[in-house]
């Protein structure tokens, strides 16, 4: 039977296909009022990927180290913590959930455009902890 974890895990690895595939779109090659959705969409799916991540790795700590984290920034604090990745990734990991919280938040432009600018860097970080978590 599959557990949650394995669960999560299928889920992340479709919204991380997801993610990539919706980042192969470059938003400068359509008008603007177009190129302003792709935009959007894109971002849309980072912060529905960080979403599912951080449970994800509650739910990979649950079951591989027994830890219960009930927080993001507390899942990817003991996600370093157990050795499961480097600070360098940890680092990226809070970043991720602090970009994803602003979002959520407080919406402005030009914060809106620097995130997006990161966004592939957040899908080498989700495809570096799925790694880590299927054990690879």
Not at 35 to 42: E, L, P, T, V
Not at 52 to 75: H, M, N, R, Y
């Amino acid at each position: 039977m599959e557990t949650k974890f394995e669960r999560k895990l299928g889920g992340l690895e479709a919204a991380l296909s997801n993610f990539r595939d919706a980042l192969t779109l470059e938003p400068t090659l359509f008008p603007e009022l177009v190129a302003d959705n792709i935009k959007s969409g894109q971002i849309q799916k980072f912060e529905f990927t960080v979403e599912l991540l951080w449970k994800t790795v509650q739910a990979f700590l649950l079951e591989v180290d027994g830890v219960d984290a009930i927080t993001p920034k507390s899942a990817a604090k003991e996600f370093v913590e157990a050795g499961h990745c480097e600070y360098e990734v940890y680092e990226l990991f809070i970043q991720a959930i602090n970009d994803r919280n602003q979002l959520s938040h407080i919406y402005r432009q030009e914060m809106a455009e620097e995130i997006w600018q990161r966004l592939p860097e957040y899908v080498c970080l989700v495809e570096q902890v799925v790694s880590v978590m299927r054990g690879n």
